[in-house]
């Protein structure tokens, strides 16, 4: 079983729909969670963070976290052709110190 | 502010040939790490150093080695190349604990033929 695992689509989402990303983790203690963005060909790019169970919003961007289902998610509202790109969850496992683990990104298309 | 830069941009090796990739970081940050990223793979941790004079084994480090210069060097060298490590590198830095406020490099595309 992988330590972090992600549907690595493609996602097809018309311009303007919800988006919903998911990525569940096999260490129950993690505390730390982390999307990032990767547009092809480019490095990735932190876009949110989560500690805490619950949800966490930053303009069009939600990330939840359910800590005893072991599953973290982004939400992108009105999604625009733009955030096509590859979305990474990443996990700072239990006793991880300054370590993360990534799963392998879930590839988003916004259709016009 | 240029934040994290790695050199070269591209390299193409052949088995056996030796090389070091560059990166720094001009952020004042304390960790530094080293991605490998391959297709269906995602990224995969070399080496890390949680603060300078320090550097720790990752998830893939075999065939590859480190050194921390200072706060802001960080480089991998690879002594031996081998096909198995084509792949694209990225260096990464964090003030302190890993992704907070994590910054990649443009990447190194690696070619060994």
């Known amino acids: 079983q992988k330590e972090v695992e992600q549907n690595s689509g493609p996602l097809s989402v018309p311009e303007g729909a919800i988006a919903s990303l998911n990525c569940t983790y096999s260490d129950r203690g993690s505390q730390s969670f982390f999307w990032y963005r990767q547009y092809s060909g480019k490095s990735p790019e932190l876009i949110m963070f989560i500690y805490s169970n619950g949800d966490k919003e930053d303009g069009r961007f939600t990330a939840q976290l359910n800590k005893a289902s072991q599953y973290v998610s982004l939400l992108i509202r009105d999604s625009q052709p733009s955030d096509s790109a590859t979305y990474l969850c990443?996990?700072?496992?239990?006793?991880?110190?300054?370590?993360?683990?990534f799963g392998t990104g879930t590839q988003l298309k916004v259709e016009l | 502010n240029a934040g994290v830069t790695q050199t070269p941009k591209f390299q193409v090796l052949k088995t056996g040939q030796s090389m070091t990739l560059q990166c720094a970081q001009d952020m004042n940050h304390n960790s530094m790490y080293w991605y490998r990223q391959d297709p269906g793979m995602g990224l995969r941790l070399i080496y890390y150093s949680a603060s300078e004079g320090t550097t720790d084994k990752g998830e893939v480090p075999n065939g590859y080695n480190v050194s921390r210069l200072n706060k802001r060097e960080f480089s991998l060298r690879l002594e031996s190349a081998a096909p198995s490590q084509t792949s694209v590198y990225f260096c990464?830095?964090?003030?302190?604990?890993?992704?907070?406020?994590?910054?990649f490099g443009p990447g190194t595309r690696l070619t060994v033929l």
């Open positions: 990443a996990v700072n496992p239990t006793g991880g110190g300054n370590k993360l683990t």
């Open positions: 990464a830095s964090s003030e302190g604990l890993a992704g907070v406020r994590e910054f």
